[in-house]
């Protein structure tokens, strides 16, 4: 079993910039592909970025292409989202979620394929 635990989240004017760390618990972090969601009042929640296991492959969603970069320290068990050019809509509560795959480049967009899920961290953006 895997805990994640997310920190970093703020209030941010736009065009500003956060990083987000989330934190998992137990030794075997490099069995998972991470990922970043996120999910805005009233709507579904939404892939944002994700990274492999071995870290060497990553993917973004469209909206934050250029503006968000995932990275991830197996050394030290974490995985960090750094958001730059922060616009109004990126406003939401972002969550850290694990994925069990067994290939080490294998990334996976869907929120059912994600094991493990963190508590979330508030992110607000004002305009």
């Known amino acids: 079993q895997v805990q994640l635990v997310e920190s970093g989240g703020g209030l941010v004017q736009a065009g500003g910039s956060l990083r987000l760390s989330c934190a998992a618990s137990?030794?075997?972090?490099?069995?998972?592909?991470m990922g970043w969601f996120r999910q805005a009042p009233g709507k579904e929640r939404e892939f944002v970025a994700a990274?492999?296991?071995?870290?060497?492959?990553?993917y973004n969603a469209d909206s934050v292409k250029g503006r968000f970069t995932i990275s991830r320290d197996n050394a030290k068990n974490t995985v960090s989202l750094q958001m730059n050019s922060l616009k109004s809509e990126d406003t939401a509560v972002y969550y850290c979620?694990?994925?069990?795959?067994?290939?080490?480049?294998?990334?996976?967009?869907?929120?059912?394929?994600?094991?493990?899920w963190g508590q979330g961290t508030q992110v607000t953006v004002s305009s």
């Open positions: 990274i492999s296991r071995s870290g060497a492959s990553t």
């Open positions: 137990g030794r075997t972090f490099t069995s998972y592909a």
């Open positions: 979620a694990a994925d069990l795959v067994s290939s080490k480049e294998r990334i996976r967009t869907g929120t059912g394929s994600y094991d493990y």
